[in-house]
């Protein structure tokens, strides 16, 4: 599929769609610490929910904070989570995913270790809908290819059935 066709798919449908081969899982902030580098307060997922590694595809969770002090400049009176956070949190959740991927498995263990990974560029950013304080968001992703120098991933952004966001990302693999 090409990244067009998926952007416009991304658009109305959901990238994540649980089946037969998903595995529900429960990963919380502690693990996901293990599989990316950011922390506080830059560590944008919360949780990972389900991962299926024959289709390549992940459900991560984020809960905009009604007190982030983001809100304080973006914007008073008319709060709105930014743009560029939510592409970061997408691209968060698609590291996670490149690394479950590459681990083959649904769980993370005491001695996993992140990737070296760098952003290379983004492909494509829409936004369609606000992330407004106290929302509670999921992000999908789905890695749509991958080589011993660069993962291209989609990811989405949803606020129940709504999709808020969604992007085209490319990193690197940094060399160790």
């Known amino acids: 599929m090409t990244y067009e066709a998926v952007i416009k798919r991304a658009r109305r449908k959901p990238l994540f769609v649980p089946g037969e081969t998903t595995v529900e899982c429960a990963i919380d902030r502690e693990q996901i610490m293990r599989l990316l580098p950011h922390r506080d307060p830059l560590l944008l997922v919360d949780r990972i ?14 809960r905009i904070d009604p007190d982030d002090p983001v809100f304080v400049g973006h914007f008073p009176g008319a709060p709105v989570y930014p743009g ?10 698609t590291v996670c995913l490149h690394q479950l991927l590459e681990l083959g498995r649904a769980e993370v263990r005491d001695d996993d270790k992140p990737l070296a990974l760098r952003l ?9 809908a606000e992330a407004l304080p106290g929302d509670d968001l999921e992000l999908l992703g789905q890695r749509l290819e991958s080589d011993s ?28």
Not at 120 to 128: C, E, G, S, T
Not at 164 to 171: G, I, L, S
């Open 84 to 93: 560029a956070l939510l592409v970061e949190a997408m691209g968060q959740a």
């Open 49 to 62: 929910s389900a991962l299926d590694l024959q289709a390549q595809t992940l459900r991560a969770h984020r």
């Open 149 to 176: 120098y660069a993962v291209v991933c989609a990811a989405q952004v949803r606020k129940g059935q709504t999709i808020c966001a969604n992007a085209v990302m490319e990193v690197f693999l940094a060399d160790e």
């Open 120 to 128: 290379l560029r983004v492909h494509h950013a829409l936004f369609q």
